[in-house]
């Protein structure tokens, strides 16, 4: 949640800076996650003063201005806004300067053979509105020179994660009253206004799923004006929050809900028909909400609907048809009460997220009804006029407030800290719980979140401060300590220092996918999809690390770089045919881009190829144990790889340890990647484990006597894999061959048609004595008839 400091002392007295009030956050269980300063956006620009203006001479929608900065000589500025004109007061923003809305540096330059230093600037380009017609026109009174910032009095802004247990503190009052019964200033609440009605409401509101809607309040304002704008100060709160200022009567419920932590509604009354009733929505009914979509409803849901249909998905979204626009003269005002777990498998139904729903599921104060409704009035009435109704009370929501023993002594036992009873007495009324006799805590009906002692002792505690809660060490047993990681831990770990010292990016990308990329890569296999996900966007587990990392790799990509090699260490998830889940711990690596620049050595640059990802893969599977000489190069990638650059790696027909090589042209043209791309999946479960794996590390035992080499170059259809020909080559004699590899394949002049010339380096070792001439003569012929088996014969 965003506000600015500025906002925030509207409700608290203090004198404390935005650091302090930041640490105090901290303090109290309210994680401060940035403070922006929006003057810093602002520097560079300046209150000037338009001297003169006069056409362009090459063109006709261009001014040329002469402005006075207060510093100096006047600056000549070529502007093109329409209502750039002599004696106007803007805003200047001079060579240096960097524009909020699109980053562009502002420098001296020539436009249209014309010399300009600097740019007038819009609403819009300081992102301070939408306005962009022409630029900003200033009151005559400002300061001439100023810095705007200045002028315009911003203020810091601070943003606060508020964990879910806490919505009294949605909205910036109840954080200004945390922070006063931390001591850090005093709370000053707003007081209700009175209301004067003129007549009574025209409207029966009534609520007919009083489980669902426990309570419905409402009025009617005629002649409302709403083509005006909201106030500046609600305006500036509002973009300091992340807000759009929309029109005065958005404005002032989207204040209401960010001050208070209440939602509300207004409805164009000329859009109503008959009642406006709180009730289940009937299946099948449909409505169509304030972002543009239709959502289907069911008889579990709570809407509100007049006898024309659904205007309202009660508690989450308004309607469409029923919303306020600058011919609105007449409205409607909604406050109510909504069951938070209704709110919330509604939302989850229908995958639908707003404001109104994160408040509403998790407990608004139903003791703010009456309130809101009248600080909501007071704020339209002000803005756009109109005459209010008298206040329709429908139903009632929940008033009986909970009662809790508490002993003071817990707050030592469960919270690890000593503190006085008076001090736990003043905080818990600081927050407005009444402590009675034998401390009987009775708490404000806006903590729901409440339900024991141990959450009065947490109360306590973080009032006083969680730094002041000692850190004590978990008791350790004597002796060395048993290790902790499991296997599979323990193999991970070993795989991410190996995937870094091979030049790899560690990556952690979601665990979530788009529906349409999980399905790329589910290879037919029953994909699991959410029912509550983060994202519409983000709704099915992966199968496959690779998208997370291709998508990963094309931002990458779309920011300027050259070149990405990624890893990833994580899970797969898939649904088993009983319906329960199963997770498959996997490596996932993408190579895209440049591998090596281009130089004067080595000329144009070098991207990855297939031959780079089966390096990384090898690599990577002799890391994690695997045996790497025994591993079979096979096809049938899958269909999201190229069917000529890629292979599988096997130990035997059927366990599949990798997959490797580019990625299909469709694949990347799916996920709009430009460029070839290989990408590299291991298997981890697939790897089997070491066997008799111990502690202990066998001793080196190095040979005593030199090892020899044999080439041989044998003739080989041109289709036969070169790994085929070497493990072959290697079979021939298990004993006495250590090591064969490949050094030369040449096709051409001197070569059959059809034919290739494959010439490998074998490697002999001997044991206990030299080799023999006619032992290696005999293992010479064992290797010969073993590539024959392959096809080969040897060159001659």
């Known amino acids: ?63 040329v201005l002469t402005v006075d900065t207060g510093e100096g000589d006047p600056l000549q500025v070529v502007c093109g806004a329409p209502n750039a004109r002599a004696g106007m007061k803007g805003v200047l923003g001079l060579p240096g300067a960097v524009v909020p809305a699109n980053g562009m540096e502002l420098r001296k330059s020539a436009i249209r053979g014309v010399e300009s230093n ?99 309040y409402g009025r ?73 979509k239709t959502y289907t409803l069911d008889d579990s849901m709570t809407v ?106 817990k707050t030592a036992s469960l919270g690890g800290i000593d503190i006085a009873e008076g001090e736990q007495r003043r905080i818990l009324e600081s927050l407005d719980f009444s402590v009675g006799p034998n401390w009987q805590v009775t708490c404000p009906l806006r903590r729901h979140d409440i339900e024991g002692p141990a959450d009065l002792v947490e109360e306590v505690v973080r009032i006083h401060g969680l730094d002041a809660v000692e850190s004590v060490p978990l008791p350790r047993a004597d002796g060395v300590a048993r290790p902790t990681a ?16 091979q030049g790899l990016d560690e990556a952690v990308t979601w665990s979530f996918l788009p529906t349409a990329d999980a399905e790329h890569f589910a290879d037919g296999t029953a994909l699991w999809v959410l029912d509550n996900p983060i994202s519409e966007d983000m709704k ?8 997370g990392l291709l998508a990963a790799a094309k931002r990458n990509a779309d920011r300027g770089s050259d070149g990405s090699s990624l890893f990833e260490v994580g899970r797969r ?57 025994n591993l079979m190069v096979m096809g049938e990638a899958g269909e999201q790889f190229h069917p000529g650059q890629s292979a599988t790696l096997r130990l035997g027909p059927k366990n599949v340890l990798a997959r490797l090589g580019a990625l299909h042209p469709a694949t990347l043209k799916a996920f709009d990647v430009d460029g070839a791309v290989m990408a590299v999946e291991i298997f981890l479960d697939a790897i089997p484990p070491k066997k008799n794996a111990g502690f202990a590390r066998p001793t080196y035992d190095p040979p005593a006597l030199q090892a020899i080499t044999r080439d041989f170059a044998f003739l ?16 021939a004699d298990k004993q006495a061959i250590t090591d064969a590899r490949v050094f030369d394949v040449f096709a051409g002049a001197g070569v059959p048609e059809g034919m290739k010339s494959i010439a490998v380096e074998v490697t002999l070792q001997p044991g206990d004595k030299s080799f023999k001439d006619e032992e290696i003569r005999a293992i010479s012929d064992r290797i010969v008839a073993a590539a024959a088996k392959q096809g080969a014969e040897l060159r001659g």
Request: charged letters at 25%; hydrophobic letters at 40%; proline letters at 7%.
């Open 220 to 292: 009617v304002i005629r002649g409302v004006d709403n083509t005006v704008s909201s106030p500046e100060w609600m305006q500036q709160r509002l973009i300091a929050a992340g807000q759009r200022p929309i029109s005065a009567l958005v404005d002032a419920t989207n204040y209401l809900m960010l001050a208070f932590g209440r939602p509300a509604h207004v409805y164009d009354l000329a859009k109503l028909t008959g009642a406006v009733v709180a009730r289940r929505a009937r299946d099948g009914e449909q409505v169509e909400a304030l972002n543009e």
């Open 304 to 409: 509100i609907a007049d006898e024309a249909g659904v205007h309202d998905i009660a508690g989450i979204m308004g309607g469409e048809h029923s919303g306020a626009t600058e011919t609105t003269t007449d409205v409607l005002l909604e406050i109510a009460y909504f069951d938070p777990e209704r709110i919330g498998v509604t939302g989850r139904k229908l995958g639908l997220a707003s404001d109104a729903r994160t408040r509403f599921e998790r407990g608004v104060d139903p003791a703010f009804l009456d309130d809101g409704l009248a600080i909501l009035t007071d704020l339209i009435v002000r803005t756009c006029g109109g005459s209010p109704s008298e206040v329709v009370r429908a139903g009632s929501p929940p008033s009986e407030p909970k009662v809790v023993a508490f002993d003071p002594a």
């Open 1 to 63: 949640m965003k506000f600015s400091l500025e906002w925030l002392k509207h409700f608290l007295d203090t004198d404390a800076s935005v650091r302090e009030i930041a640490a105090t956050l901290n303090r109290i269980g309210h994680e401060v996650e940035g403070i922006e300063d929006p003057a810093d956006k602002l520097a560079g620009f300046r209150v000037a003063e338009v001297l003169t203006a006069a056409p362009h001479p090459d063109a006709d929608k261009l001014q």
């Open 573 to 629: 998830y898939f649904r088993k045919a009983d319906g329960s889940s199963d997770e498959k711990p996997t490596l996932g690596v993408v190579l895209a881009g440049e591998k090596t620049a281009r130089g004067w050595q080595q000329g144009k640059a070098r991207a990855y190829d297939a031959y780079d990802a089966k390096a990384v893969a090898t690599a990577l599977l002799e890391a994690a144990g695997a045996p790497v000489a």
């Open 540 to 547: 099915a587990m992966r199968p496959s690390l690779i998208p």
């Open 486 to 501: 499991t296997p599979q831990q323990a193999l991970e770990r070993k795989l991410r220092r190996a995937a870094a010292a």
């Open 716 to 731: 080989v259809p041109a289709g036969l894999a070169a790994g085929d020909l070497v493990r072959a080559v290697k079979g």
């Open 118 to 216: 600097g740019m007038m600037c819009s609403v819009r380009e300081l992102e301070l509105g939408d306005e962009h017609d022409g630029i900003i026109e200033l009151p005559e009174d400002a300061p001439v020179g100023e810095a705007f910032a200045e002028y315009q009095g911003t203020s810091p802004v601070l943003d606060v994660a508020i964990t879910p247990n806490r919505p009294d503190c949605m909205g910036v009052a109840g954080i200004a009253r945390d922070l006063a019964a931390a001591g850090l200033g005093t709370f000053t609440p707003v007081a209700a206004p009175e209301i004067t009605a003129e007549g009574a409401c025209p409207v029966e509101i009534r609520t007919d799923d009083p489980e669902g809607c426990p309570a419905f």
